[in-house]
């Protein structure tokens, strides 16, 4: 894209609108500071109708993850009751024909989500209360819109009141009747009526005598239609009823209730309501639905409708999320396929925000076509259930329902693991220029020495180019530099100067941080704990990580778990200068990354989106020992992004070059050595490579380091990076043998066993840090050690 929309339009704020702009707050606020999303409701006030929804495991999860759940929970009852199964009964029998579980075997929900009956109204207004402490979102209500176009790069929104709205992307979510789809997008694909509809009301549960036959949410079955019943909040005091009946369009008029209709009028229409009920479902045997059946509820009716599929979702600059786009009958989970939608399409806006928007849309439609489609075809026949039917034909559905529910479970249970936030993007080609210059750029050489880069003269604009071109061939052909001028000079010296105070400490008080007791490895390992090339370190250090992280929880990624809180050894003064240095040396690293774009000729913003939540520092002892010992043995580094190290004036520290030689890196006073790690290894295909270095023990006297690793995002899979990867490389006309390195150490990012950084960042900590591993992890751990890399 030129720019990233920074004016967006949303149109409706039902779940997929509001969805939607905290979606898109979350993913485009870090590149776009001047965001502005307005959402535009046709109604004055929020619209109480809709009764209450069922939410999936996975809308749950969504829900969370956009910050709505926490909001839900905190409305005490009213949140929402949660739901372990929504059973089926045969009304005709009373009896029990199966159920959907959301829980497993031991109880659990799927991915630490069960299901949760909530009103629509309540679920709104928790949406709405996040949406208020959303900076850049603003809701206008009373704005009912009748047309649009585009116009010169922009798209603009007509409104009924002869106002009009103007912003680089509109986005429909305006429901199954969408004003965008029927008078912008695609006039020819209006909502059609299915033939059925939905009759419901609320009932106090202590106005039913009989026994209430179900634990949280049933589906009840007859041959005149279904009954569902429902709690809806976590108290059980009220239950929603909803009769889902076949209904011909000709009765819809006749049964339709109008605010402006007389008081006679309604009252027919409402008396009409109930005798329909009554002649379907007054037969059951089912006590309490036959009580709810004969009480004076009043009976609201909903005609549902859909869009018919493989209508139109976008043109330029427009796009219709949710119902507007691909409302079906609803199988429960309606709320669940915008949710989907709203998350999805954001982080694709995201990770598409070099391309045009028209790439957008399509790298969208090529997500979710298929599976939209074939979620129709699916609610149509579970809609089919609730025609009118034969007395034998609905014996053979009662019979075949079990089955059914069975069969159908792993596809379900499967469904339920779906994560938006979490799924392989399709990966945007890389632009041209980048292939240019990657194809004028490989240089396939060798180097005796590590290049010095100045990061002063690179900030300077009367110097720039000349060390960005350093920088490039450093980054290109050695994988190694030293860092010169950074500015934080004061800072490295003064932590150096505090490192031997911190490495006396008494044995206890170390080993009371122990990297023992932390899933994150992070803390203090002794000499001789730590493997690396399955040989012991002779060092000892404290790891440390970003401050402030989200902590992992039950249901996040089992490797999120990596990132975590720190120890800090008991010495006064220590977690502030850990803080400090971690704050000043990862700004540098923002700035030193944006160099690298650029000499890349990359938008400077290029990398940033790969950056991970966490990243870690090290403070590194190696004692002296006998000649020759393996301070830290041959390896490449694999936490992240680039490294950072400063070390002091000992030496020790080797690469490998291509011809498999070790080439000193001797100390520079006032430098940091910046390496490439094996994650910008992945993300750059294999152009910038990651150099194997080792540090040869001292002999004579301690050597001191402080290595920082700028960690990559956990949740980048290896399929986005394999398709980039292989995108590039072949472009690149190297002979098969030229590609080959020299001497390789195997990288553990581009092996498939690993779904993605964050698994392959968790098997390297594991197998460095055996005695951790063991502890935490113990399936992992048999695991990994078992496996080879090939
Ligand atoms: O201590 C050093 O100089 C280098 C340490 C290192 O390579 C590492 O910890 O990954
Ligand atoms: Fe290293």
């Known amino acids: 894209m030129d720019s990233l929309p920074h004016n967006i339009i949303i149109v409706g704020a ?49 829900l969370a993850q956009l910050g709505v759940l926490e909001e839900l929970d905190r409305m005490g009852p009213e949140g929402g009751a949660e739901v372990d199964a929504i059973e089926f009964y045969s009304m005709r029998s009373g009896r029990s024909v199966g159920s959907i579980d959301f829980v497993d075997q031991a109880g659990n929900g799927f991915g630490g989500y069960k299901g949760r009956r909530v009103m629509r109204i309540m679920l709104s207004i928790a949406m709405i209360t996040v949406v208020e402490r959303t900076r850049n979102i603003d809701i206008v209500y009373g704005k009912k819109v009748v047309g649009g176009e585009e116009h010169e790069g922009k798209a603009v929104v007509c409104f009924q009141d002869g106002s009009k ?4 992307l509109v986005i429909g979510c305006d429901g199954v009747h969408s004003a965008v789809r029927t008078r912008w997008v695609d006039p020819d694909c209006p909502s059609q009526y299915t033939g059925i509809s939905f009759l419901q009301t609320t009932i106090p549960s202590q106005t039913i005598s009989s026994p209430i036959h179900f634990r949280s949410s049933a589906m009840n ?19 929603f009823a909803a ?43 089912i006590r309490c639905i036959r009580e709810m ?16 599929p493989g209508g139109r979702w976008c043109l330029n600059r427009v796009i219709l999320l949710g119902d507007a786009a691909h409302a079906m009958p609803p199988r429960d989970e309606s709320a669940a396929y915008a949710l989907d939608d709203a998350i999805l399409f954001a982080r694709l806006l995201a990770r598409y925000r070099s391309e045009p928007l028209s790439e957008v849309f399509d790298a969208y439609e090529g997500l979710r076509r298929d ?42 249970e499967a469904a339920w693991e779906f994560d938006a936030a979490q799924i392989t993007l399709p990966t945007p080609a890389p632009s041209d220029d980048l292939l240019i210059l990657i194809h004028g750029l490989i240089m396939v ?82 000499l001789g704990a730590e493997t690396t090339a399955s040989k012991t370190d002779l060092r000892e250090q404290f790891d440390f990580g970003t401050p402030g992280v989200k902590e992992w929880a039950k249901g996040d990624p089992f490797w999120q778990r990596l990132e975590g809180p720190n120890q800090y050894p008991d010495q006064p003064g220590s977690q502030r200068l850990v803080e400090d240095y971690i704050c000043q040396i990862d700004s540098l690293a923002q700035g030193f990354m944006h160099s690298v774009a650029e000499c890349l000729t990359l938008p400077t913003d290029t990398f940033d989106d790969f950056k991970g939540n966490m990243s870690r520092l090290k403070f590194v002892k190696y004692p002296p020992s006998t000649a020759n010992s393996q301070g830290v043995g041959p390896h490449k580094d694999s936490a992240g992004l680039f490294t950072f190290l400063s070390q002091d004036n000992t030496g020790g520290l080797q690469v490998l070059n291509k011809d498999g030689e070790w080439i000193d890196v001797p100390p520079v006073e006032g430098s940091l050595v910046i390496n490439i790690q094996q994650g910008f290894e992945a993300i750059t295909g294999g152009i910038c490579a990651a150099t194997t270095h080792r540090v040869i023990a001292p002999t004579s006297k301690t050597r001191y380091s402080i290595p920082f690793f700028l960690g990559v995002r956990l949740d980048l899979t290896l399929d986005q990076l394999n398709e980039s990867a292989a995108h590039i490389v072949r472009h690149i006309p190297l002979s098969d043998d030229q590609k080959k390195r020299a001497v390789d150490v195997p990288s553990e990012f581009l092996s498939p066993l690993y779904s993605c950084f964050g698994e392959a960042h968790l098997r390297n900590r594991i197998l460095s840090h055996p005695d951790v591993g063991q502890q935490w992890y113990p399936e992992l751990y048999a695991k990994y050690s078992r496996q080879s890399l090939k």
Request: proline fraction near 4%; hydrophobic fraction near 35%.
């Open 221 to 239: 079955y007859s041959r005149h239609g279904s009954i569902l019943t429902t709690y809806c909040d976590r108290n059980r005091e009220q239950i």
């Open 445 to 526: 050489g060798t180097f005796s020495s590590v290049p010095a880069v100045d990061f002063a003269r690179l900030t300077d604009p009367r110097t720039k180019s000349d060390e960005l071109a350093k920088l490039k061939e450093a980054i290109f052909v050695v994988g190694f530099l030293y860092l010169t001028n950074t500015g934080l000079e004061n800072l490295i010296h003064r932590t150096h100067e505090a490192l031997p105070r911190l490495f006396n400490l008494p044995t206890g008080v170390k080993e009371n941080c122990n990297m023992i007791h932390s899933p994150s490895f992070l803390g203090y390992t002794r």
């Open 165 to 168: 709205a103007i912003g680089d």
């Open 14 to 62: 039902g779940i997929a609108g509001i969805a939607s702009a905290l979606a898109l707050s979350r993913e485009l606020a870090p590149f776009v500071p001047n965001l502005t999303i307005t959402i535009y409701e046709r109604h004055e006030i929020l619209s109480t109708s809709g009764g209450a929804i069922n939410l999936t495991p996975v809308a749950q999860r969504h």
């Open 243 to 285: 009769a889902i009946v076949q209904f011909s369009q000709e009765d819809l008029s006749y049964h339709k209730l109008e605010p402006t209709q007389d008081w006679a009028t309604q009252d027919r229409i409402r008396s009409a309501l109930r005798r329909q009920m009554q002649d379907r479902f007054s037969k059951t045997s």
């Open 371 to 412: 599976k939209i489609n074939h979620a129709f075809k699916e609610s149509g026949r579970m809609w089919d259930r609730n025609r009118d039917m034969g007395m034998l034909e609905s014996r053979l559905k009662e019979w075949m329902m079990p089955l059914y529910l069975r069969s159908h479970r792993d596809e379900r």
């Open 293 to 308: 059946v004969a009480s004076k509820a009043d009976w609201m009716l909903y005609p549902v409708y859909q869009v018919r």
